[in-house]
């Protein structure tokens, strides 16, 4: 019997868009369980519904049937301030674009979780920096950054308020694969030092060998590969 404790579960998840009187079903009958600790890895083509199931799983948006758990939390049941305070808690983002704030520090912008959670911890913050070789960087913009730079202030944004569950949407693909190597690497350790879930919607094939499980998305249906 599995008793490994479940991260993410879904259960007959569907997801369909409705435009113009059309319908595109995006994902069908989803069933997926997660162990916590994991670092899964999703692939697809192109509008495959990877950027979906992500959205999905981050409580941005809500799947048309079914029911997802995230560390025992139903997040289709919850209005939308427990939504909101959810990913702010509960979660951690690593976009492919970064989205750091341009008018803001890179030690503010790695703050930023802290200060929206009312966390007076800039120890946590700097430190992070330091472990992600960006302590000299603390008060540049990130303009002054190189990309593989603010991929990294990104993760340090993303893990410092220590959330359970992290998504990555193809977090090294504005990156060159060196770059990108050493990005995933360290992350992978971050990640599994801290005991968190990792997520991670890539292209790239540089990746695979970090993850604990490698999952595909094919006919709206996710499968093991």
Do not use: C
Not at 34 to 62: H, P, W
Not at 85 to 92: A, D, M, N, T
């Amino acid at each position: 019997m599995n008793t490994e404790p479940v991260a993410v579960s879904l259960l007959g998840v569907s997801k369909t868009y409705r435009s113009g009187g059309a319908e595109q079903v995006v994902l069908s009958d989803v069933d997926l369980t997660i162990g916590r600790g994991q670092f899964v890895v999703i692939l697809g083509r192109s509008g495959s519904g990877k950027s979906t199931l992500l959205n999905l799983l981050g409580a941005m948006d809500r799947p048309t049937a079914g029911r997802i758990s995230v560390n025992g939390t139903d997040i289709g049941a919850l209005r939308e301030r427990e939504r909101t305070k959810f990913r702010r808690v509960s979660l951690g983002f690593i976009f492919q674009a970064y989205n750091l704030v341009p008018t803001l520090s890179v030690l503010e912008n790695v703050q930023l979780p802290l200060a929206l959670n009312r966390i007076d911890d800039d120890a946590s913050a700097l430190r992070l920096l330091e472990e992600l070789a960006l302590g000299d960087k603390a008060e540049a913009w990130p303009e002054d950054l190189s990309g593989g730079e603010q991929q990294r202030a990104a993760i340090a944004r993303a893990l410092v308020h220590r959330p359970e569950l992290i998504l990555a949407d193809e977090p090294t693909g504005n990156l060159d694969v060196d770059t990108g190597r050493g990005i995933i690497r360290l992350l992978d350790d971050l990640v599994r030092r801290n005991g968190q879930t990792l997520i991670m919607v890539t292209h790239s094939q540089e990746v695979i060998g970090y993850a604990d499980r490698v999952l595909t998305i094919s006919d709206r249906k996710l499968f093991d590969v």
